[in-house]
């Protein structure tokens, strides 16, 4: 079938269109324009035509995201369920965060903690997210396997070979590592760690467990970079840890996850602890600019009260003081395990308020949207429902400073937020959660309407309430077919779960299936994710292939 | 496909529709049991969720007090192969624990990984027990006892009696371990034991462990967290997931004469409860028997007659075992979504006649 979504203004900036006109579909993907009678036309007067958002860093499923269900049953409030879904409406559930995801236009997310322990069980929790296409890092970094491989200096092809196998067992589409060596550390009774610090019981660093993965992950040919969560998360003084690592990146790809979160310089360098932060973000925006082979996500942070979700144990326990209300779930598990401390951002206070501006202006400081892509590091620094009103303060300045003016002066004192001018674009927006994301992941046929793309598709009224602009498209293709109208899903569908197609080494699976058995009296066999466990007849799956 | 409708032997077909007219009628149904793959469960949550159902598991009493401390105070826990391979201490709270299989693997092997790693592991016990270096019987309850124990952790009990000498001995620990099982310490008892861990990891390393549980519960929890938001107890009756353990209570619910019609499902086999005669129902079982429900389908035990996703327990995670003994018994999945098919036709059908 033929279609064509007519007279609106087509925003991709990967082909510099920013202006009145038509995106062809045919066969779920974007055409040419044709000379034949289109089957169907869908009009977009008035409208906004960007491709499908990309969804980098969100957690949307896994071992923390159940347990912060559990911890806080309240978090989400839950609507009567649609026609066609029993649970779309039930706040916090898989077909809550596809159809909210849809609803603003997304159309692929990314998960990006999977502890290939718990592997299986995060997957069939992402394939039961409908709409949308979704994928998985596969997180390393803390578990003795590798661990003891670094240790016993086995060399580089051994640690290529053991995360090759990790991302095929656990079907991911990337490779994490969370404060590399940090759960270690804290099981072993440790409260902090740097990046050069060693790791009790083995020897080692963030440096060089982070550093074999980044070789690992390019010779494999991962087409995403090694996603990196640094040491020292919030921490006064972390933008320091951010630039170390940057530094010990030596000019490698790497991604750097939530960067607002190290984005705090230290008010009293002497007295890192005691003195407060400050805005970091000119630093770490330069830092970007002067790094073309690195990116980041933001973690805006929204205020309100949300769950903090991570596998950094060691930094989830530092803030357990911090939760509220006052509980929290850490558990010290195989590898990372995981940690759950519920947080307010108090509205208006002034550690929040200034948090809340710089990751702004990281955004507004951007040189390249497309290397500083939009997150809340759902939920730790919000609900990702959050975009289309940080989009808003992104694209209307008069905006922004409405908001500022509630708050306290911090802002204007520890950051450079009011003094901003700059506005983004609607083609800066699609770069910021569009193109760049896509690009960002390695794939090649989403961020973009040119032909060849996936025909998901967004097509927004366009009003200059931003934030209502964004929140409810007018209609969205998911593979040319409508998934959205008006705001509300028409067509409750099933999309695929991206996962790298790498081969592994049989030496090395033969290794850690013996490794496996000893430790946890199950061999390879119980970490696999197989197509069986999703029912027969699906294709859960879709293989994404590697660098060439 | 073995089937019974009152008790006579009957065809698939005539037993699902049978079940759905069954549940069809209901004003209050009820699925009870859940012990199955993650397949049938996720079948069960949409089939409860359709014809507004709520949802209890056949080892609740157990899953309730856990999820009932969780979610009040929170928790600080490991998993089995980590207390294995950490561990150089273990606190066995009653007596359930030391049935589990993980003891046997923990009394074998010393720590491996870790600061700990080459130490002797030191059993210490709440509850009169021989194997143990210390153990203290504890004649007031589990919950008090680990209360006393986390008194003397916070420094608001001193000296040298044996609880003290406990408590000191979880101080000295590089990293220790509370194995409980559920069920046997209750929901105050866990809320106390979390306190215990949270105390003693202020200054070294300390974790909760749980073990024991009943059917596939250890699945469902999580399943029910991804697809309603919610934990189990829930019921979708006004068509949102309203969790309420009280409330969804399966046999309070029958008992109280509020469920007018009970699902029954057990692919993994775990003991019937005796509530299920008192009501109109249906059993989708492993281990079939006419006279276990009005309406009887005999299911494939998964990892037998079908591959399924299940618990594991020694690897505490979701794990898929493929079928030992292939056998063409239908799947619990298949009966619930053909059953759920035949409901919502039925649904339509009715929609779709004149108002009158």
Same mark, same amino acid.
């Given at each position: ?207 060089? #467990? ?272 409508? #998934? ?65 | ?356």
């Amino acid at each position: 079938m033929l279609s064509v979504i007519r007279g609106g203004r087509v925003v991709d900036p990967t082909a510099s269109r920013n202006s009145v006109g038509d995106v062809w579909i045919e066969d779920g993907h974007v055409v040419d324009p044709q000379s034949r009678a289109p089957d169907a036309v869908i009009d977009a007067a008035g409208c906004v035509v960007m491709a499908g958002g990309v969804e980098v860093h969100s957690h949307i499923a896994g071992g923390n995201v159940i347990t912060s269900r559990l911890l806080l049953p309240d978090l989400y409030v839950s609507e009567a369920a649609p026609e066609g879904h029993p649970f779309a409406h039930a706040g916090g559930a898989a077909a809550w965060i596809g159809s909210t995801y849809a609803r603003m236009g997304y159309t692929t997310a990314v998960e990006p903690a999977m502890p290939p322990t718990h592997a299986l069980g995060t997957q069939l929790e992402l394939a039961d997210i409908p709409l949308l296409d979704r994928g998985a890092l596969t997180v390393m970094g803390n578990d003795d396997q590798l661990l003891q491989l670094l240790r016993e200096r086995q060399g580089g092809n051994a640690v290529r070979d053991l995360v090759a196998l990790s991302v095929a067992q656990s079907r991911g589409l990337g490779v994490k590592c969370i404060n590399a060596g940090g759960a270690s550390a804290f099981k072993d009774g440790a409260l902090r760690l740097s990046l050069d610090d060693e790791i009790p019981c083995y020897g080692l660093s963030t440096r060089q #467990i982070m550093g074999s993965l980044l070789d690992a992950v390019e010779e494999i040919g991962v087409p995403h970079p090694l996603h990196v969560h640094c040491n020292n998360l919030g921490l006064p003084g972390a933008d320091d840890s951010f630039m170390a690592t940057l530094d010990a990146a030596e000019g490698r790809r790497i991604h750097f996850a939530h960067a607002q979160f190290y984005a705090y310089g230290a008010v009293d360098p002497a007295n890192p602890g005691t003195g407060g932060f400050r805005s970091a973000a000119e630093r770490i925006a330069q830092a970007i600019t002067d790094n073309p082979n690195a990116t980041l996500d933001i973690g805006q942070v929204v205020f309100g009260q949300t769950v903090t979700v991570s596998l950094d144990i060691l930094r989830q326990f530092a803030g357990r003081k911090g939760a509220k209300p006052k509980k929290w779930v850490l558990n010290a598990g195989d590898a990372e395990g995981g940690g759950v401390v519920p947080f307010l951002y108090r509205p208006r206070g002034p550690t929040s308020s200034l948090q809340w501006a710089i990751g702004l202006e990281i955004m507004l400081l951007s040189t390249d949207p497309e290397r500083t892509i939009l997150t809340t590091d759902h939920p730790n620094g919000g609900p990702f429902t959050q975009y289309p009103r940080i989009i808003h303060l992104l694209m209307d300045k008069s905006e922004r400073d409405r908001e500022i003016a509630t708050l306290p002066g911090v802002v204007g004192e520890r950051s450079s937020l009011p003094g901003l001018e700059r506005e983004y674009t609607l083609s800066e927006i699609a770069q910021l959660t569009r193109s760049g994301p896509a690009k960002l992941l390695g794939l090649a046929d989403r961020g973009h309407l040119r032909a060849g793309a996936r025909a998901d598709v967004a097509v927004y009224r366009d009003d200059t309430d931003r934030t209502a602009m964004f929140t409810a498209a007018k209609l969205v293709l998911k593979d040319g077919v409508p #998934i959205v109208e008006d705001g509300e899903v028409v067509e409750w569908r099933a999309g695929r779960t991206l996962s790298l197609a790498v081969e592994s080494d049989r030496a090395m699976a033969t290794r850690a299936d013996a490794y496996l058995t000893e430790r946890f009296g199950a061999g390879l066999d119980s970490f696999a994710v197989p197509d069986a466990a999703f029912g027969e007849g699906t294709e859960t799956f879709e293989a994404v292939p590697c660098r060439v | 496909m073995a089937a019974w409708v009152k008790g006579g032997a009957t065809g698939a077909d005539t037993a699902i529709e049978a079940a759905a007219a069954l549940l069809a009628k209901a004003r209050a149904p009820v699925i009870a049991g859940l012990s199955a793959d993650v397949a049938a469960i996720r079948a069960a949550y949409d089939l409860a969720g359709r014809i507004g159902a709520s949802v209890d598991t056949a080892g609740s009493f157990g899953t309730y007090a856990e999820l009932g401390a969780l979610s009040r105070v929170g928790a600080l826990t490991t998993t089995p192969a980590e207390a294995v391979g950490r561990a150089d201490v273990v606190l066995v709270v009653g007596a359930a624990p030391w049935q589990a299989s993980l003891l046997e693997r923990l009394i074998d092997a010393k720590p491996t990984r870790g600061r700990a790693a080459g130490s002797e592991r030191a059993f210490l016990a709440l509850g009169a027990n021989a194997t143990a270096s210390l153990a203290w019987p504890a004649e007031g309850g589990l919950p008090e006892a680990v209360g006393v124990l986390r008194a003397y952790a916070r420094d608001h009990l001193a000296g040298d009696a044996l609880p003290g000498q406990i408590a000191a001995r979880l101080a000295a620990a590089q990293y220790g371990v509370l194995l409980y099982d559920p069920a046997e310490l209750g929901e105050a008892g866990i809320e106390m034991l979390q306190g215990l861990a949270m105390a003693l990891s202020e200054t070294t390393r300390c974790f909760t462990l749980a073990v024991g549980g009943v059917g596939q519960d250890r699945a469902v929890v999580p399943v029910s967290a991804w697809l309603t938001g919610q934990a189990p107890r829930s019921g979708f009756g006004r068509r949102v997931p309203e969790h309420d353990p009280w409330r969804f209570d399966a046999a309070r619910q029958v008992a109280a004469g509020e469920a007018d019609a009970v699902l029954w499902l057990a692919a993994v086999p775990v003991a019937r409860p005796d509530w299920l005669s008192a009501v109109p129902s249906v059993a989708l079982v492993a281990e079939a028997e006419a006279q276990a429900a009005e309406v009887v389908i005999s299911v494939g035990q998964p990892g037998r007659d079908h591959g399924g996703v299940l618990w594991n327990e020694q690897r505490a995670a979701l794990t898929f075992w493929p079928a030992s003994a292939p056998s063409n018994m239908p799947s619990a999945a298949t009966v619930l979504g053909a059953l759920t098919e035949r409901l919502a036709a039925g649904q339509a059908a009715s929609r779709s006649e004149p108002a009158c």
